[in-house]
């Protein structure tokens, strides 16, 4: 009997998870996917910041060893895909010491600077990737990373290269780069065709290095200057921020995410009135502007938070909170209608309540949060919204429990619901997924998907054997899908099987995934295709 180069068996990759439970391991590509399509910029339940980041740069060192292929597609798919920014520039940097050698390299890293300030973002990847730190920044620059520079900036002209200067608040900033990078520039013009100053490329980065840089027309700079007006009193500081909202909405200069992210300062301004509010608001609700602007369907359920939490004296905050209403239930218009009668099962454990993304710090001081559990609930009600009539609606924790839901409520009463139910039946603690699947055994309820918003980190006893007994005794075609909105190490379930599927992140596209996979698609062998695109 041959000894060596067995297959793996589910025994040997049985592990346990955070919350000691049955687990199994992953293979490292699809936990590289798990971990930078959920990545966040704060400290998780299980996991801090720092650990996430090193997680990930191990995981990409070991992947481009083994399939640079695979992982070449992922930074492709993250970026433009999934619109995970931070993510992609950090898968990006394990191929610098292949650009201008490979074309592949090449043009992963080409494909992941859109945006100028990105540029120190890499740089930052770079240091991290060699030593898990950015304090030897010096080190990076050698040859090929200046060349990789000189071409990085070429994408860039006077205004954009401005814009992401002023906002440069970060420990490695772009004079730094350009300083310790001894890059050679032309005279190429980078100043737009319509400015009557014809600035060369040479000439701005000498602004750059001399705190030159004209001040571009952005909502940040605009505020910035009234602020340090000294001949007016604040009464009219307030009504020249009020008209620079205006103003700036007017002229289509505010993007929905900065729109999002000041509507409490505009509705905090005494002199905000209804001309701006009629803007924003047919912004806001506006299609194209929602999907163009590539944000994800929390976003606007976070501003809801801030402004529903606040204690603003305007009468345009409720009419405001609409608005965010129906700007999310447009952000799930895209999803597709589902046929199967589903159980949809979120996590409420005390994991899932772990207040990792901040959207806004009130004047008190308090920190408002969207958690894991606030993205599980809006992904499940979502899906609800476009699913079969006959879809179940479930949540567990220490207990399990069904929960009846009006199909014609829009997201927002939904998510007040489920959110208000479960403080009442006091559901936290414990993860006892388990119980959901021997609800639908003891009950003998018949689904076609069952649908688990989760981190994951099941306790005690092993869901597969409940589930294994529903395939038995119920329906052996049961499929099961996981959105995981964590991204930890390990998974509920063997990867190998394939009537158990994974989704993870925050993208709503996480629904097409569901289509695709339905129809005989496999994640992981479309990631590693998509590399053959980037060679051509």
């Not at 979120?346 to 959207?359: L, Q, R």
Request: aromatic fraction near 14%; hydrophobic fraction near 40%.
């Amino acid at each position: 009997m041959a000894k060596f180069n067995k297959g793996t068996s589910e025994k040997s990759r049985k592990t346990t998870n955070h919350g000691w439970g049955v687990a199994f391991e992953i293979s490292k590509e699809m936990e590289l996917y798990m971990a930078v399509s959920s990545y966040k910029w704060k400290n998780k339940f299980y996991e801090t910041l720092e650990e996430q980041d090193k997680r990930i740069f191990k995981l990409a060192k070991e992947v481009y060893k083994t399939n640079p292929h695979f992982l070449a597609g992922l930074t492709k798919y993250m970026r433009q895909e999934i619109g995970m920014r931070t993510g992609s520039l950090m898968l990006s940097s394990t191929f610098i010491n292949e650009w201008g050698k490979w074309k592949l390299a090449h043009n992963v890293i080409k494909e992941s600077i859109e945006r100028a300030d990105e540029i120190t973002e890499f740089v930052w990847a770079i240091a991290y990737l060699k030593w898990l730190s950015t304090d030897n920044i010096k080190k990076v620059f050698n040859k090929t990373v200046s060349k990789w520079l000189s071409k990085a900036f070429d994408k860039f002209d006077l205004y954009q290269i401005s814009k992401y200067y002023r906002r440069d608040k970060k420990k490695i900033k772009l004079k730094d780069v350009l300083r310790l990078a001894y890059i050679k520039w032309d005279d190429t013009i980078v100043s737009k065709k319509d400015s009557k100053d014809k600035i060369t490329q040479e000439e701005m980065i000498q602004m750059v290095n001399k705190d030159s840089l004209p001040t571009v027309n952005t909502w940040e700079s605009n505020l910035t200057k009234i602020w340090q007006k000294k001949d007016i009193t604040v009464k009219e500081k307030e009504k020249e921020k009020a008209k620079n909202w205006l103003d700036m909405l007017k002229e289509k200069k505010l993007g929905v995410f900065a729109t999002l992210r000041n509507l409490r300062n505009m509705l905090e301004n005494e002199n905000f009135n209804e001309e701006t509010f009629d803007l924003f608001k047919n912004f806001l609700t506006n299609e194209n502007a929602i999907k163009n602007s590539k944000l994800f369907p929390f976003r606007f359920f976070s501003a809801y938070k801030v402004l529903q939490n606040s204690s603003i004296s305007n009468p345009y905050v409720s009419m405001t909170l609409d608005v965010l209403e129906e700007a999310i239930d447009i952000a799930s218009v895209n999803v597709p209608q589902f046929k199967w009668v589903s159980m949809l099962s979120v996590d409420c454990s005390g994991s899932m309540f772990d207040s990792w993304y901040d959207e806004g710090i009130y004047k008190d001081g308090v920190s408002k949060s969207v958690d894991p559990f606030d993205i599980a609930s809006l992904f499940a009600l979502m899906l609800h919204k476009h699913s079969n009539d006959k879809t179940i609606f479930t949540w567990f924790a220490t207990d399990f429990d069904y929960l009846s839901i009006p199909k014609r409520w829009n997201i927002i009463e939904k998510i007040k619901y489920v959110s208000d139910q479960a403080e009442k039946k006091n559901l936290w603690y414990s993860t006892n997924w388990y119980l959901a699947i021997k609800a639908l055994n003891t009950d003998k309820v018949y689904v076609d998907r069952i649908f688990l918003f989760t981190d994951e980190e099941m306790y005690g006893w092993d869901i597969n054997k409940e589930l294994s007994k529903y395939r038995k005794n119920i329906n052996k075609n049961v499929k099961v899908y996981v959105f995981n909105v964590c991204g930890y190490n390990t998974s509920q379930f063997d990867e190998n099987d394939k009537m158990t599927l994974r989704v993870w992140g925050f993208s709503e596209k996480n629904f097409e995934v569901i289509n695709m996979i339905e129809n005989s698609w496999e994640l992981i062998k479309m990631i590693e295709k998509i590399w053959k695109e980037m060679e051509n």
